[in-house]
C-alpha cells in the first residue's frame, strides 16, 4: 500500500488550563473516507485544526504523502493539498459562484495579469462535470442554499487541488435529499482518489459512509476500527467509557408543583415540538451533542430568540415570551453560555454587573439606593464566595471563575423561579465548579426549578434528577436520574434507537 | 468610573496649558500701573462664556457615545434651535418662552432621531446625517438675510452675571452636574454604560436596548436646545451658517475626555475637561499667531491620538479579558 496521504504521529496539544490532545494519531489514505467520532469536547476540533494548519501541535508529527512537515499556517496547508470544509461556509455573499470559486487564485493571463475569466469558467464546468453538479456561475453565493454553497467549498477545494477533504459535521444543515446529493458526490470524490477525514455525530452516516473510524475521547486516541468490525453501540461505549470518578452534591428532593411547562415548543430550522415540565425543586439536566438545539431551546424560553410554535407556563399562566424581560417579569432567569458575548460587561464594575438586572427594584425615582446596593453586593459575594479585592473593579479583570460567579450572583439576585444555566460551569476551575454544584443544589433545596444545559455527561449524570436528551432540533427522550446511564445518553444524543439500530436521519 | 480614568492626566495638562498661557502671553495677565504683571481671570471666565454651549452639548454627546450611538445633526439643530430662539424673541416673547422654545424644537428633533434609530431599527450615523442636512437647509431658509438678531432683553439673559458668573456658565454647569450625577447614580445611567458597552448582555438581563438608544438621542435634542438657547442670548446674533462642525467638536472633544467613541466606557467629567483642553488650546492659537487654518488640523490632529489611545486601549482589554468589549 502506497503512504497514506495525510498521517498525524503521537500529536500533543495543551490550551491554557486543558490538555486538548494527548497522544492522539490517525491516517487517511487515497480514497477512503475516515470517521472521527468523539463526544463534545473529545478533540476532534483541535485535531482538525492542526491538520489544517491552524494550531500547531506542541509534540507529534504531520506527514503528507509520506514526509513530514510543519506547517506554517492554513494556506501552507491549502498548498500542500488539505483543504476543510466548514459547517458554516466561509465564502463572500455578494461576489458571483465562480469568483467565489477562484478567490485567492484567480487564473491570469496576458502581459498584464489580467484575470482569465475564459479560463475560470472552463476550469469551473470541469469540475462541476466530474462531481456531476451544477451551479449557476454568476449568480452571487450568497443566494444559494446552504447545500450549494457546500458543494461550492468542494469545488473550490477540488479547483485547488485538494488531495486530503476534512468535512466538519457537513449534513448538520442539509435536508435528508441533500445529504444524498452530498452522498454521491462524497462517493465520487473516493473514485478520484481523494481522502475523506469525516467528522460527523450522526453514527447512521458513519456507517453509512465511512471505511474505517476513529474514536476520540477526552483528548486520547481510543482506536482506529474497520467500519465492519464494529456496531453503533460498540462506538458509543468507547465515546463515553469513562470512570465516574467525580463526586456530585446532589441531593434528591421529592419534586414539588409544577414551575414551568413547555408546551410544544418550536422555531423552524432551529427546533420542533419540545414539551416538558420542570417542578419545584428539580433539576433537569438536557443532554445532547453541540448543535442539537438545547440553547436554542432555552434562549426561546427566555424570549432571546423568541418561539414561533409552541407556548409556555409559568407557575400557571400561559405565556409566549417575545424578549428576556418579559421572561424575567414571569419568574424565569437565563445564565448565558457565552460569558463574554452575553455574560459580562467587562469594563463595568463587579457591583455594576452585579446589580444590572435588578436596577428597577434598587431605584428610587429613578436614582439607585447605593445602601440597599451596597448591601446585595456584600451578601452576594460572601454566598458566592466571589473573590475580589474591591467591588468596583473592572469584572473583565476578574479570573472565569469569579466571573462566572458574578453572573450567577446577578441572576439570583433577581430571585427567580425558573432558573435556567447554560454550561454553567464550562471553562472554569474545579474548585469553583464544584462551588456552583453545591449552590444548585442548595438552591433546589430552597424550591427552585433549575434546568441546566451541560455538555459533560458526568455533569449532566451527576447533578440532574431528569435529564432530557435533544437531537437534531427534537427532544428524544427523558431518562430519571436512576436509570440513566453515559452509554444511554449518549445513545438517544446520536439517534441510536433501543433495538440497535440506526434511525435515519430526518428532513429538517 | 474611577478605574484608570484619563480625568487626572487631563487635568493636569489643562493646568499646564494655564500655566504656559499665563507665563509666556497676555493671556490672563495684564500690566498693572507700576509696569509689572498681575493675574486677571477674566479672560479664562470670558473662555469659559464662549464655550457654555460647547460644554452643554459636549456632555449631551458623551451620553450618546456611551450608550454606544452618535448624532450628526447636533451643528444643524443648534443652529435651527438658535434661529427659533432669535425670531421668537424678536416676536415679542417674553423671555422665559423664548428659552422654552428652542429646547422644545431641539427636544422634539432628538425624538425624531431617537424614534428613527431606535424604532426603525436604522443606524444613527444614516439617520442624524440625513437630519443634519434637512435642518440645515431649513435654517438657509428661515433666514434669506444670511442672519438674525435676538431681541435685546433676551441678550440681556447671557449678559447677565448673577453672582459674578454668567448665567451661561450657570446653566450649563448646572445640567453638566445633573448628567453626572444621572450617568453615575440612576438606573438610567447605569443601563446606558451597560448598554453601550455589551447590548446583547444588558438585553439578557431585561434593560431593552432601544428604549435606552431611544432616550440617549431624545435627552441630546433637549441638550442641544439647551445649548442654543444659552448660545443666542450670550451672541445676540445668529449666522445661518452656525453649528457648521460642532458635531465633530463635540465628538473630540468627548474622546479626548477619555470615553470610549465605541460605548460603554467614559465620564461626563472627562468630558468637560476634553472641551476646556480644545478651548486652551484654541486660545493658545491665538497668542501664538498660529493662522486659524491650522486650528481644524491641530483639533483633527488630537482627534486621532484620542481615538488611537482608545483603540489601544479597547484592544489591551480585549487580550486582558479573552474577548471582552472590542
Given at each position: ?44 476540533s ?10 500547531e ?47 485567492g ?7 498584464l ?18 462531481l ?15 447545500a450549494q454553497?457546500?458543494?461550492l ?8 487541488d ?27 470524490l473516493?473514485?478520484r ?16 459512509l ?21 456496531t453503533p453501540?460498540?462506538l458509543?461505549?468507547?465515546?463515553v ?18 414551575r414551568l ?52 407556563e ?16 414571569a ?13 459580562i ?7 455594576a ?57 446577578r ?15 464550562r ?21 427552585m426549578?433549575i434546568?441546566?444545559?451541560s ?12 435529564i ?41 | ?18 500655566v ?15 509696569g ?5 481671570l ?61 429646547i ?44 438674525v ?46 448598554v ?5 448582555a444588558?438585553?439578557?438581563?431585561g ?69 476646556l ?39 489591551a ?10
Open positions: 500500500m502506497d503512504a497514506p496521504l495525510l498521517a498525524l504521529r503521537n500529536i500533543y496539544k495543551a490550551f491554557p488550563g486543558v490538555q486538548a490532545l494527548a497522544g492522539v494519531s490517525l491516517d487517511l489514505y487515497a480514497g477512503e473516507v475516515h470517521a472521527l467520532v468523539g463526544e463534545n469536547g473529545a478533540g476532534k483541535t485535531l482538525i485544526k492542526i491538520a489544517a494548519g491552524v494550531h501541535p506542541d509534540a507529534g508529527e504531520i506527514l503528507i504523502g509520506g514526509q513530514p512537515v510543519r506547517l506554517q499556517g492554513p494556506r501552507h496547508a491549502t498548498a500542500l493539498g488539505i483543504a476543510v470544509i466548514h459547517q458554516e461556509p466561509y465564502l463572500f455573499p455578494t461576489l458571483s459562484v465562480l469568483e467565489n470559486l477562484f478567490v487564485f484567480h487564473p491570469r493571463r496576458g502581459p495579469g489580467l484575470v482569465d475569466w475564459r479560463a475560470m469558467a472552463r476550469r469551473a464546468e470541469g469540475v462541476f462535470r466530474e456531476g453538479i451544477s451551479l449557476p456561475l454568476d449568480r452571487p453565493a450568497g443566494e444559494l442554499s446552504a454553497q457546500q458543494l467549498q468542494i469545488a473550490r477545494s477540488l479547483l485547488q485538494a488531495r486530503v477533504l476534512i468535512m466538519d459535521e457537513p449534513t448538520s444543515s442539509l435536508s435528508q435529499k441533500e445529504v444524498e446529493i452530498l452522498f454521491g458526490i462524497i462517493g465520487r473516493r473514485q482518489g481523494v481522502g475523506v477525514l469525516y467528522i460527523s455525530h450522526r453514527l447512521e452516516e458513519v456507517f453509512a465511512a471505511d474505517r473510524v476513529t474514536v476520540l475521547r477526552d483528548g486520547q486516541w481510543v482506536g482506529t476500527y474497520p467500519i465492519s468490525a464494529v453501540e460498540a458509543i461505549a468507547r465515546m467509557g469513562r470512570e465516574l470518578t467525580q463526586m456530585f452534591p446532589h441531593t434528591p428532593h421529592p419534586p414539588g408543583e409544577v411547562r413547555v408546551q410544544a415548543l418550536g422555531r423552524p430550522g432551529l427546533f420542533e415540538g419540545i414539551s416538558f415540565e420542570l417542578r419545584a425543586g428539580e433539576i433537569v439536566g438536557m443532554a445532547g451533542l453541540v448543535g442539537a438545539g438545547r440553547s436554542e431551546v432555552a434562549q426561546a424560553i427566555f424570549g432571546i430568540l423568541p418561539p414561533e410554535e409552541g407556548w409556555i409559568v407557575d400557571g399562566r400561559r405565556m409566549v415570551p417575545r424578549a428576556p424581560w418579559e421572561a424575567m417579569a419568574g424565569i432567569f437565563y445564565i448565558p453560555e457565552d460569558r463574554h458575548r452575553q455574560g460587561v467587562a469594563p463595568l464594575s463587579v457591583r454587573n452585579l446589580t444590572l438586572a435588578i436596577l428597577r427594584r434598587l431605584a428610587r425615582f429613578g436614582w439607585i439606593d447605593r445602601r440597599a446596593e451596597d448591601a446585595l453586593v456584600d451578601a452576594y459575594r460572601e454566598r458566592l464566595r466571589i473573590r475580589v479585592a474591591d467591588p468596583e473593579q473592572p469584572v473583565g479583570t476578574l479570573s472565569g471563575g469569579n466571573q462566572q460567579k458574578v453572573v450567577v450572583a441572576g439570583l439576585a433577581t430571585q427567580p423561579r425558573v432558573l435556567i444555566l447554560d454550561e454553567p460551569t471553562g472554569i476551575d474545579v474548585g469553583t465548579k464544584a462551588e456552583i454544584h453545591r449552590l444548585m443544589d442548595e438552591l433546589a433545596g430552597q424550591g426549578a434546568l441546566m444545559i455538555s459533560e455527561l458526568p455533569e449532566i449524570l451527576g447533578m440532574s434528577d431528569r432530557l436528551v435533544m437531537r437534531a432540533g427534537r427532544l428524544m427522550g427523558e431518562l430519571r436520574r436512576e436509570e440513566a446511564t453515559p452509554e444511554q445518553v449518549m445513545a438517544l444524543a446520536m439517534g441510536l434507537t433501543s433495538n440497535g439500530g440506526v434511525q435515519a436521519p430526518e428532513a429538517r | 468610573m474611577g478605574w484608570k480614568g484619563r480625568e487626572p492626566f487631563l487635568l493636569i495638562v489643562n493646568a499646564l496649558l494655564i504656559i498661557l499665563a507665563a509666556t502671553t497676555p493671556f490672563m495677565v495684564r500690566p498693572d500701573a507700576a509689572g504683571r498681575v493675574l486677571d477674566s479672560a479664562l471666565r470670558l473662555l469659559l462664556d464662549n464655550y457654555a454651549a460647547t460644554f452643554i452639548g459636549a456632555v449631551g454627546m458623551t451620553l450618546v457615545i456611551l450608550a454606544g450611538q452618535i448624532d450628526l445633526s447636533v451643528g444643524s439643530a443648534l443652529a435651527l434651535c438658535a434661529v427659533v430662539a432669535a425670531q421668537v424673541s424678536q416676536m415679542g416673547w417674553p423671555v422665559p418662552l423664548a428659552f422654552l422654545a428652542p422644545l424644537v431641539g427636544t422634539l428633533i432628538g425624538l425624531i432621531n431617537g424614534a428613527i434609530v431606535a424604532y426603525g431599527r436604522i443606524h444613527a450615523i444614516l439617520v442624524t446625517l440625513g437630519m443634519m442636512t434637512l435642518l440645515r437647509g431649513l435654517v438657509v431658509h428661515l433666514v434669506p438675510a444670511g442672519w438678531a435676538t431681541s435685546d432683553a433676551f441678550k440681556g439673559v447671557g449678559l447677565a452675571r448673577p453672582l459674578g458668573v454668567s448665567t451661561s456658565i450657570w446653566i450649563a454647569a448646572a445640567f453638566a452636574l445633573a448628567m453626572a450625577l444621572a450617568a453615575r447614580y440612576t438606573r438610567w445611567g447605569r443601563e446606558v454604560y451597560a453601550g458597552s455589551n447590548p446583547n444588558a438585553a439578557i438581563v434593560i431593552r436596548p432601544h428604549r435606552i438608544w431611544f432616550t440617549v438621542l431624545l435627552f441630546n435634542g433637549f441638550a442641544i436646545g439647551l445649548a442654543s438657547a444659552v448660545h443666542a442670548s450670550r451672541f445676540g446674533v445668529i449666522q445661518n451658517n452656525i453649528g457648521q462642525g460642532f458635531e465633530l467638536l463635540l465628538i473630540t472633544a468627548v474622546v479626548i475626555g477619555g470615553t470610549s467613541i465605541f460605548g460603554g466606557y467614559g465620564s461626563v467629567g472627562g468630558t468637560l475637561l476634553g472641551v483642553f480644545l478651548a486652551l488650546v484654541r486660545s493658545a492659537l491665538i497668542y501664538f499667531r498660529i493662522p486659524a487654518l491650522w486650528e481644524q488640523a491641530v483639533y483633527g490632529a488630537f482627534l486621532l491620538f484620542a481615538v488611537g489611545l482608545d483603540i489601544a486601549r479597547s484592544r482589554w480585549a487580550r486582558a479579558w479573552r474577548g471582552g468589549t472590542a
